[in-house]
């Protein structure tokens, strides 16, 4: 609430679905509970008067089926290189 009057805020990005994460407890707007929350988000901000956008996110090939449970899906088939880590 204390930045609502700073202009436009723009979240941090958040999923789109499950299948589109890369890491563990990261933030979604996927779900019922998801969206619920983030509306709660939005009516604080805007009743400080403020204007809010979601930054809507799929990691693409940096997804994690380790993360996920759920086979990778993007534009591209080439694997990225690097490690993956699993549950911490």
Known sequence: EQRASAGL???EGATISKQGSGWHH???IYTVEQTEAW???ASA?????G???CQL???GRQCSSLVTGQPIVSASDIPIKGETRGKD
């Open 57 to 59: 996110w799929h990691l």
């Open 51 to 53: 204007k809010i956008a």
């Open 45 to 49: 901000v805007h009743a400080k008067g």
């Open 26 to 28: 990261a933030p979604g």
């Open 9 to 11: 805020l723009i979240t």
């Open 39 to 41: 509306k709660a988000v």
